[in-house]
């Protein structure tokens, strides 16, 4: 993978969700109410299986995105908003 791209973690999100915000910004914060740590925009996304830590498995989503970390937005507490996409680990 190039230096200009990076993969989000594994997220439950619909394939229509995902493919909705190819172009948007991201944002990663740690804490709800917190700046962004990190900030992007999204380029693409894949799926794959992912086990949870009840041991099943499931299909996840991991975003490609091109970061920006001299953008550390905030957004609201709620997550998904409008302006772009909000990770909460």
């Known amino acids: 993978m190039a230096s200009d791209v ?28 917190e700046a962004a740590f990190l900030s992007g925009t999204i380029t693409g996304y894949r799926r794959e299986p992912y086990i949870t830590e009840k041991g099943r498995t499931s299909t996840r989503t991991i975003f490609v995105f091109s970061p920006q970390p001299e953008t550390h937005a905030t957004t609201d507490v709620t997550g998904w908003t409008l302006a772009g996409v909000k990770f909460v680990p």
Do not use: D, N, Y
């Open 6 to 33: 990076m993969e989000s973690g594994h997220w439950r999100v619909s394939i229509a969700r995902a493919e909705a915000v190819i172009g948007h910004p991201v944002h990663f914060h740690r804490r709800k109410a």
